[in-house]
T-cell receptor, first 111, second 114 residues
Framework: QKEVEQNSGPLSVPEGAIASLNCTYSDRGSQSFFWYRQYSGKSPELIMSIYSNGDKEDGRFTAQLNKASQYVSLLIRDSQPSDSATYLCAVTARNTDKLIFGTGTRLQVFP | DVKVTQSSRYLVKRTGEKVFLECVQDMDHENMFWYRQDPGLGLRLIYFSYDVKMKEKGDIPEGYSVSREKKERFSLILESASTNQTSMYLC?????????????FGPGTRLTVT
């Protein structure tokens, strides 16, 4: 079992729809959870962080965390073609400052 | 804003050459990291550093070494470049304070070894 798992996609959604990206992790000791956006040929950019169970909203983005189910998700409302990118889920490794990254989900938003 | 810079965006080297990749951060972060990213394999940690002159191996340290002589600068060294080290190299830094684990990435260096 991978430590952080994501569906590689592509996830295709029409412009204006809600895109839902999912991530599961294996270490119950993980405390911090992050979503990064990576455009093709560019480096990852931090877009959301979440540390406690529940929802956290920032503009069109909502991160959801369920530690009991070891599940974290990212919702993108009113998806735009500019949201087309690969989204990386990352969680902290237990008792370290290291992050463990998933391999990413490619999102395609079509007009 | 956090700024992480890397010395080169693109680099072409020959097999056997010694290669230096430099990374500088301007936010007084304690932690710095070097990753490589390859299609289908995701981000893989090569080395990281929690403090000046301190380093720890990541998941794939073979063929690499690092140097951190100053807090803001973290260098990755390929002692004798090989074609299987052709990759995108990403540097990142994080605050290193309790509860602040988010990492900020530099623009990356795409290295080609021929």
């Amino acid at each position: 079992q991978k430590e952080v798992e994501q569906n590689s996609g592509p996830l295709s959604v029409p412009e204006g729809a809600i895109a839902s990206l999912n991530c599961t992790y294996s270490d119950r000791g993980s405390q911090s959870f992050f979503w990064y956006r990576q455009y093709s040929g560019k480096s990852p950019e931090l877009i959301m962080s979440i540390y406690s169970n529940g929802d956290k909203e920032d503009g069109r983005f909502t991160a959801q965390l369920n530690k009991a189910s070891q599940y974290v998700s990212l919702l993108i409302r009113d998806s735009q073609p500019s949201d087309s990118a690969t989204y990386l889920c990352a969680v902290t490794a237990r008792n370290t400052d290291k992050l463990i990254f998933g391999t990413g989900t490619r999102l395609q938003v079509f007009p | 804003d956090v700024k992480v810079t890397q010395s080169s965006r693109y680099l072409v080297k020959r097999t056997g050459e010694k290669v230096f990749l430099e990374c500088v951060q301007d936010m007084d972060h304690e932690n710095m990291f070097w990753y490589r990213q390859d299609p289908g394999l995701g981000l893989r940690l090569i080395y990281f550093s929690y403090d000046v002159k301190m380093k720890e191996k990541g998941d794939i340290p073979e063929g690499y070494s690092v140097s951190r002589e100053k807090k803001e600068r973290f260098s990755l060294i390929l002692e004798s470049a090989s074609t299987n080290q052709t990759s995108m190299y990403l540097c990142a830094s994080s605050p290193g304070l309790a509860g602040l684990d988010e990492q900020y990435f530099g623009p990356g260096t795409r290295l080609t070894v021929t």
